[in-house]
């Protein structure tokens, strides 16, 4: 079992910038590749960013490439998404979340079996 907490949402103007914090706590962190979805209300949840299990690799959604960096520092058992430029569209609850094993090009996208409950990011206009 693993354990993820969200932190650092809140409320931007357009343009600005936040960072998301997701910390892990029980098993080994550095076993997990990790990624970021995003929930608007109404809508499905959709991946934004994912990080393999040493940080080596990242994807990214369209919507978020050039603008949302995720990174991982094991040491803490935490990662983060880095958010710039951000549209009022961005809008949305995030959640981390822990796949087990390896992440590729094909699979980043799904196999998650860990969650976070959730930070609000809202960006006003």
């Known amino acids: 079992q693993v354990q993820l907490v969200e932190s650092g949402g809140g409320l931007v103007q357009a343009g600005g910038s936040l960072r998301l914090s997701c910390t892990a706590s029980?098993?080994?962190?550095?076993?997990?590749?990790m990624g970021w979805f995003r929930q608007a209300p109404g809508t499905e949840r959709n991946f934004v960013a994912a990080?393999?299990?040493?940080?080596?690799?990242?994807y990214y959604s369209d919507s978020v490439k050039g603008r949302f960096t995720i990174s991982r520092d094991n040491a803490k058992s935490t990662v983060y998404l880095q958010m710039n430029s951000l549209k009022p569209e961005d809008t949305a609850v995030y959640y981390c979340?822990?796949?087990?094993?390896?992440?590729?090009?094909?699979?980043?996208?799904?196999?998650?079996?860990?969650w976070g409950q959730g930070t609000q990011v809202t960006v006003s206009s």
């Open positions: 029980g098993r080994t962190f550095s076993s997990y590749a």
């Open positions: 990080v393999t299990r040493r940080g080596g690799s990242t």
């Open positions: 979340a822990a796949r087990p094993g390896s992440l590729t090009s094909n699979n980043y996208g799904v196999g998650y079996d860990f």
